[in-house]
């Protein structure tokens, strides 16, 4: 009787263990169905790749585009929120031009006129901004399938082989992008990269924060904090014009905590104007350590803070000023204008033009490597 109420117990334990680690049908926390997620594109599986910490926090990531799908965190009532913008399905991704939560590559923000020299070579990039290459091209990172690899439910390793001549660049480039996940709810990026011949690399990630997890609420009142002194100004196709200008006494300050709406349809400062509002990289004032803030972000209403840091010298600060309600994400609400905040790591914009500017060339032998942390705390 001994034995068989054991061997009952033991079949029981076994179901119910098999249960817990892979429900049928499960959505994540964030309410994303996986299968959703699951096709082939030229011959690679596409996937939903889900990180998460004993603190409850959740990532979710798909490996087309390297795409940060959602991001799950709690607010000061313990509450937990979905605080980037994004799509339910695959094909959303895939047929609705965007950049939500990419990994964009090779070469971040814009290159002017669509062509840089290097080495003496002139380079010939397709344009598809304003007259400019913006974020890789038409075919950057966003829209590539990555290979990944899930060592642990904290880690994602993402890689992708760039040929030789892919968007007009040099050098058959191996990238890696590798999502962290640690236990005080910070997400780290690290960007790897190695080219057979001299190219230009700059990457970061695109995701659009909305740190009330209501995408139907502006970024008005949400707080801005840059560490930095000085910004690249833009003119009207949203090119930098290669100066370095100080923020003081303009609306480009934000070195005190202050509100993003407060300023940003003031047009009769020509910088928000040639912007549409904010769309500028800063010059960060860390120089180049990741252990020091670069920006901060913060909901007054949910309290939720996002502290970003970098091993980069700039960071693009872009209000969502071209989300024009076309677009529905996920659970169909349509994403209005400056519903997110982006905070993209940088080499400064158009860089490979602008010589005294920290370079973006890797020759061979040498690695890049870039880092970003987006940090998750509460204010109450």
Not at 312 to 317: A, K, N, T, Y
Not at 349 to 372: F, I, M, Q, V
């Amino acid at each position: 009787m001994k034995k068989v109420c054991l061997a009952a117990l033991a079949t029981l334990f076994l179901a119910v263990s098999c249960t817990e680690k892979a429900p049928v049908g499960k959505l994540t926390d964030s309410g994303l169905d996986k299968k959703n997620f699951e096709t082939e594109i030229n011959g690679k599986k596409s996937d939903l790749y889900t990180l998460r910490n004993t603190s409850g926090m959740e990532v979710c990531i798909t490996n087309f585009g390297g795409r940060i799908v959602s991001i799950m965190v709690p607010d000061k009532d313990g509450k937990m929120k979905d605080v980037v913008l994004g799509f339910d399905s695959i094909q959303d991704y895939i047929n609705i031009p965007s950049d939500f939560g990419a990994a964009i590559g090779r070469y971040a923000n814009r290159i002017g006129n669509g062509t840089f020299e290097l080495d003496g070579v002139k380079y010939d990039l397709p344009k598809n901004n304003f007259g400019h290459t913006l974020h890789g091209g038409p075919k950057g990172f966003q829209y590539v399938l990555f290979d990944a690899t899930q060592p642990d439910d904290k880690i994602l390793e993402l890689t992708y082989l760039a040929k030789d001549g892919e968007e007009g660049f040099p050098g058959n480039l191996k990238s890696k992008v590798t999502y962290i996940l640690s236990e005080d709810n910070a997400l780290q990026i690290k960007y790897e990269a190695e080219t057979d011949k001299p190219t230009v690399v700059n990457m970061t990630n695109h995701s659009y924060f909305n740190l009330d997890g209501d995408p139907n609420v502006k970024n008005s009142d949400w707080l801005l904090t840059i560490n930095s002194d000085k910004y690249t100004p833009v003119d009207s196709t949203f090119m930098t014009t290669g100066e370095i200008l100080t923020v003081e006494g303009t609306d480009m300050d934000f070195r005190k905590p202050t509100t993003i709406g407060s300023r940003i349809d003031n047009y009769s400062f020509i910088q928000l104007k040639n912007g549409n509002g904010y769309d500028h990289n800063w010059v960060l004032n860390t120089n180049n350590d990741i252990s020091k803030i670069a920006a901060t972000l913060e909901s007054p209403k949910t309290g939720i803070v996002l502290d970003v840091y970098t091993n980069e010298p700039g960071i693009q600060f872009y209000a969502g000023n071209f989300l024009d309600g076309t677009v529905k994400g996920k659970k169909g609400i349509v994403y209005q204008q400056r519903a997110a905040v982006c905070l993209e790591t940088q080499k400064y914009p158009d860089t490979p033009n602008k010589k005294d500017w920290p370079s973006a060339t890797l020759r061979p032998g040498e690695k890049y490597s870039s880092e970003t942390i987006f940090k998750f705390s509460v204010k109450k």
